[in-house]
């Protein structure tokens, strides 16, 4: 029994506009010597193999279904009506291909790849004497990066955190970029009044500072279970359990902060098009404005589009992070990197440190940010040189 | 000139109401004055009496933005709006939701404290930015140049969050050097100031530094500059005396808008290290969910950010007088 989160979405169509970006490049234009380009730079065909990892790992925590609930002997318990009975928690193809990391638990703190726990206990030895030793874990070696306070296993948490990371980062973008395209190029092509309002109401946007929208939209808004996507009253009803994360509110939040600058360059870019010789000559041959505008003016602003979406992909990576550690970020219960170091933070100031918590939200965040930047300067630098000084 | 920041300023004007309606609809329309008074009372076991005293204290007990039971002007006058929001025009702040302290006051006092720890930062931070874009630019093309351009690529990868816990544990506790955190007043503060200092300007350098060299090579590439050189002026005097003066355009732009709002603070910096500025005042007012305060807040820094702007522009015209004429 499938269920499909809203935040599901963005992540199925973030798969789909890279297969549609990687079968655009083999036709002619300005994609494909963009691409040429591009493919001559080493460090950023490496960058692009780690996102696609990422990728990859965030598709697989986005496809998830309930299992048919079975007895004792195997076979699907039926309810009253006679219909298959489904287990109240949708687990993903990631949470079942790690399901040994994500079950077995241990009692606490143990550091990676350890044989014991990171703090002595009364153990019984074998000759019936109980002394203060450090236990054996129930899964020595098992942990690769340890396991935290509660004894969960960390590679698994930091793995859980990339879905939350990729939507944050591509979510927020894609989410707005059809308003900025749509009011960008008509401010930019029809000027006047429609200009000056388009103008007037992303200057006071983007007069408010980031960070404090943020605040108060979440302060107001965080509450509430919205989740979107394909989850009917009746399954909610029927206790199918979904954890109010909060992700799809703080996309479409940090969206509405970060769309002013994307709307910014679309309008000035409009406003260069709307001069040259092929919108003109479509113009007097008597071409509607909304005909000008799907066919000559958004694909030639597109590159923009593109750009922005790359650059700014790392830079929400971490404003996640941020947001969760202010408390203002993810639901407390959603896997994040944020979440992570946030529960963590105290962990260096007790004896002896625990320290591979925190690096292991460090070091998966900026394994994605550090590959992120690079392709992102790279796509910018093939699609248009110009934009460097913003 | 000055007809020139008058008219900056009157643009600005429509903005602000337009800010201080963005916020009021908020905070009063979509979360209204009995959500607020419900979850400043508790969500549960609490009373439809208990919310309307509590609203008539506070003073939400009016409609949001227009009163139906007045006559004439106090139509308008006689709202939430009127009282609690155009009030923010002439910064008269109000009192807050929770423990009815007066928000004007307590972000005066406060102010100094945020200032105290950012200005350093910034000044610090931009200082050193330029100096090393101004040292990747001498050496372009070597490999000086794509290793420091590397290194910033890389400290900006990392994470805020990253620099602060690190720096806390590695400076504050490993090498005791300074006080992990903490705040006093006058010239008390100052032990407590460093490490926030080094470690604000080592988790912003990283940007600042990618951005001025780009400004720089920018401004190396033009013609003027090819004629300083054929004139055979060293690399020095050409960067120095020639293109630092016209890279203080994009400079400003960068510099100048983030100055007035030296005085908000840093959210993160101040609840890492304990610093009473407003940036841990809004941090504690989102945790106390008083919207009063927030609510201020966030129309100050909207404010601050707006001055910013005029300011920028008005710099403008000092450095480039070709601005004026437009």
Same mark, same amino acid.
Request: charged share 15%; glycine share 10%; with cysteine.
């Given at each position: 029994?499938?269920?499909?989160?809203?935040?599901?979405?963005?992540?199925?169509?973030?798969?789909?506009?890279?297969?549609?970006?990687?079968?655009?490049?083999?036709?002619?234009?300005?994609?494909?010597?963009?691409?040429?380009?591009?493919?001559?730079?080493?460090?950023?065909?490496?960058?692009?193999?780690?996102?696609?990892?990422?990728?990859?790992?965030?598709?697989?925590?986005?496809?998830?279904?309930?299992?048919?609930?079975?007895?004792?002997?195997?076979?699907?318990?039926?309810?009253?009506?006679?219909?298959?009975?489904?287990?109240?928690?949708?687990?993903?193809?990631?949470?079942?291909?790690?399901?040994?990391?994500?079950?077995?638990?241990?009692?606490?703190?143990?550091?990676?790849?350890?044989?014991?726990?990171?703090?002595?206990?009364?153990?019984?030895?074998?000759?019936?004497?109980?002394?203060?030793?450090?236990?054996?874990?129930?899964?020595?070696?098992?942990?690769?990066?340890?396991?935290?306070?509660?004894?969960?296993?960390?590679?698994?948490?930091?793995?859980?955190?990339?879905?939350?990371?990729?939507?944050?980062?591509?979510?927020?973008?894609?989410?707005?970029?059809?308003?900025?395209?749509?009011f960008g190029v008509i401010a930019g092509y029809y000027g006047g009044a429609v200009d000056d309002i388009v103008q007037y109401v992303y200057t006071t946007l983007s007069s408010i500072p980031?960070?404090?929208?943020?605040?108060?939209?979440?302060?107001?808004?965080?509450?509430?279970?919205?989740?979107?996507?394909?989850?009917?009253?009746?399954?909610?009803?029927?206790?199918?359990?979904?954890?109010?994360?909060?992700?799809?509110?703080?996309?479409?939040?940090?969206?509405?902060?970060?769309?002013t600058d994307l709307c910014r360059l679309i309008r000035g870019e409009t406003l260069k098009l709307r001069e040259l010789e092929?919108v003109q000559?479509?113009r007097?041959?008597?071409?509607?404005?909304?005909?000008?505008?799907?066919?000559?003016i958004?694909?030639n602003v597109?590159?923009l589009?593109?750009?922005?979406?790359?650059?700014?992909?790392?830079?929400?990576?971490?404003?996640?992070?941020?947001?969760?550690?202010?408390?203002?970020?993810?639901?407390?219960?959603?896997?994040?990197?944020?979440?992570?170091?946030?529960?963590?933070?105290?962990?260096?100031?007790?004896?002896?440190?625990?320290?591979?918590?925190?690096?292991?939200?460090?070091?998966?965040?900026?394994?994605?940010?550090?590959?992120?930047?690079?392709?992102?300067?790279?796509?910018?630098?093939?699609?248009d040189p110009r934009l460097r000084m913003r | 000139m000055l007809t020139y920041i008058i008219r900056r300023i009157l643009y600005a004007i429509p903005i602000v109401i337009g800010v201080?309606?963005?916020?009021?609809?908020?905070?009063?329309?979509?979360?209204?004055?009995?959500?607020?008074?419900?979850?400043?009372?508790?969500?549960?076991?609490?009373? %439809?009496?208990?919310?309307?005293?509590?609203?008539?204290?506070?003073?939400?007990?009016?409609?949001?933005?227009?009163?139906?039971?007045?006559?004439?002007?106090?139509?308008?006058?006689?709202?939430?709006?009127?009282?609690?929001?155009? %009030?923010?025009?002439?910064?008269?702040?109000?009192?807050?939701?929770?423990?009815?302290?007066?928000?004007?006051?307590?972000?005066?006092?406060?102010?100094?404290?945020?200032?105290?720890?950012?200005?350093?930062?910034f000044t610090?931070?931009v200082f050193?930015e330029i100096?090393?874009a101004m040292?990747?630019a001498?050496?372009?093309?070597?490999?000086?140049?794509?290793?420091?351009?590397?290194?910033?690529?890389?400290?900006?990868?990392?994470?805020?969050?990253?620099?602060?816990?690190?720096?806390?544990?590695?400076?504050?506790?490993?090498?005791?050097?300074?006080?992990?955190?903490?705040?006093?007043?006058?010239?008390?503060?100052?032990?407590?100031?460093?490490?926030?200092?080094?470690?604000?300007?080592?988790?912003?350098?990283?940007?600042g530094?990618?951005f001025y060299r780009t400004v720089f090579l920018e401004e190396t590439g033009k013609d003027y500059i090819r004629t300083a050189r054929a004139k055979?002026l060293?690399?020095?005097a050409v960067l120095f005396k020639h293109a630092l003066k016209n890279a203080m355009i994009p400079i400003l732009t960068n510099v100048v808008v983030s100055i007035p709002f030296l005085?908000?603070?840093?959210?993160?910096?101040?609840?890492?290290?304990?610093?009473?500025?407003?940036?841990?005042?809004?941090?504690?007012?989102?945790?106390?969910?008083?919207?009063?305060?927030?609510?201020?807040?966030?129309?100050?820094?909207s404010l601050l950010y707006i001055a910013g702007l005029i300011l920028t522009d008005i710099s403008y015209t000092l450095v480039d007088p070709r601005v004026r004429f437009e």
């Amino acid at each position: 029994m499938p269920i499909i989160l809203s935040t599901d979405l963005i992540v199925y169509f973030l798969i789909a506009m890279t297969v549609y970006f990687s079968v655009g490049v083999r036709r002619e234009g300005t994609l494909r010597t963009a691409w040429h380009e591009l493919k001559r730079k080493r460090l950023a065909m490496v960058s692009m193999a780690i996102l696609a990892v990422y990728l990859g790992v965030a598709l697989l925590d986005s496809i998830r279904y309930r299992d048919a609930v079975v007895d004792g002997n195997g076979a699907a318990v039926r309810s009253a009506q006679g219909s298959t009975v489904y287990s109240p928690q949708a687990l993903s193809l990631l949470d079942r291909a790690f399901a040994g990391s994500r079950l077995d638990t241990e009692k606490t703190y143990s550091a990676p790849f350890a044989a014991h726990l990171y703090t002595k206990e009364s153990v019984e030895l074998a000759d019936g004497t109980v002394a203060r030793d450090y236990p054996e874990l129930k899964h020595p070696g098992g942990h690769w990066l340890g396991t935290d306070k509660v004894g969960n296993d960390v590679f698994f948490a930091a793995l859980k955190g990339v879905r939350t990371g990729v939507v944050i980062g591509a979510g927020t973008t894609i989410i707005i970029i059809p308003f900025a395209i749509f009011f960008g190029v008509i401010a930019g092509y029809y000027g006047g009044a429609v200009d000056d309002i388009v103008q007037y109401v992303y200057t006071t946007l983007s007069s408010i500072p980031g960070v404090l929208l943020i605040v108060a939209f979440m302060l107001l808004f965080g509450g509430s279970g919205y989740q979107g996507g394909f989850i009917s009253e009746k399954d909610l009803a029927a206790g199918v359990f979904v954890p109010n994360d909060r992700l799809f509110w703080l996309c479409l939040i940090l969206g509405i902060t970060s769309w002013t600058d994307l709307c910014r360059l679309i309008r000035g870019e409009t406003l260069k098009l709307r001069e040259l010789e092929y919108v003109q000559a479509s113009r007097a041959f008597g071409v509607s404005g909304l005909r000008i505008l799907y066919r000559h003016i958004v694909p030639n602003v597109m590159h923009l589009v593109l750009i922005t979406f790359v650059l700014q992909f790392s830079g929400l990576v971490l404003a996640e992070a941020v947001l969760s550690y202010i408390g203002i970020g993810v639901g407390p219960e959603m896997g994040s990197w944020g979440n992570m170091i946030n529960t963590a933070r105290l962990e260096l100031s007790r004896e002896p440190v625990v320290w591979w918590n925190l690096l292991a939200a460090f070091a998966f965040m900026f394994a994605i940010v550090l590959p992120a930047n690079i392709f992102g300067d790279a796509v910018r630098d093939a699609l248009d040189p110009r934009l460097r000084m913003r | 000139m000055l007809t020139y920041i008058i008219r900056r300023i009157l643009y600005a004007i429509p903005i602000v109401i337009g800010v201080n309606l963005l916020t009021a609809l908020l905070f009063f329309y979509v979360n209204t004055p009995d959500d607020m008074a419900r979850k400043i009372l508790g969500e549960k076991n609490v009373t %439809p009496a208990a919310i309307e005293n509590w609203k008539r204290d506070h003073g939400y007990s009016l409609p949001s933005f227009i009163n139906g039971k007045e006559r004439g002007a106090a139509r308008l006058t006689q709202t939430i709006f009127f009282q609690k929001s155009v %009030p923010l025009l002439w910064l008269d702040f109000g009192r807050s939701d929770r423990n009815n302290i007066d928000i004007g006051s307590e972000i005066r006092s406060r102010m100094w404290a945020s200032l105290a720890i950012s200005l350093p930062t910034f000044t610090l931070g931009v200082f050193l930015e330029i100096v090393f874009a101004m040292a990747l630019a001498y050496f372009r093309g070597t490999y000086l140049d794509l290793w420091g351009v590397v290194l910033g690529v890389v400290m900006m990868s990392v994470s805020a969050l990253f620099y602060i816990i690190g720096g806390q544990y590695l400076l504050g506790k490993e090498l005791k050097l300074f006080p992990i955190s903490g705040y006093d007043h006058g010239i008390y503060s100052m032990k407590f100031l460093v490490l926030p200092v080094v470690i604000g300007v080592l988790s912003s350098v990283g940007v600042g530094i990618r951005f001025y060299r780009t400004v720089f090579l920018e401004e190396t590439g033009k013609d003027y500059i090819r004629t300083a050189r054929a004139k055979g002026l060293s690399e020095g005097a050409v960067l120095f005396k020639h293109a630092l003066k016209n890279a203080m355009i994009p400079i400003l732009t960068n510099v100048v808008v983030s100055i007035p709002f030296l005085f908000y603070g840093s959210l993160l910096m101040e609840t890492f290290f304990a610093i009473p500025g407003l940036g841990s005042f809004t941090i504690d007012a989102i945790q106390s969910q008083d919207f009063a305060i927030v609510r201020s807040m966030v129309y100050l820094g909207s404010l601050l950010y707006i001055a910013g702007l005029i300011l920028t522009d008005i710099s403008y015209t000092l450095v480039d007088p070709r601005v004026r004429f437009e």
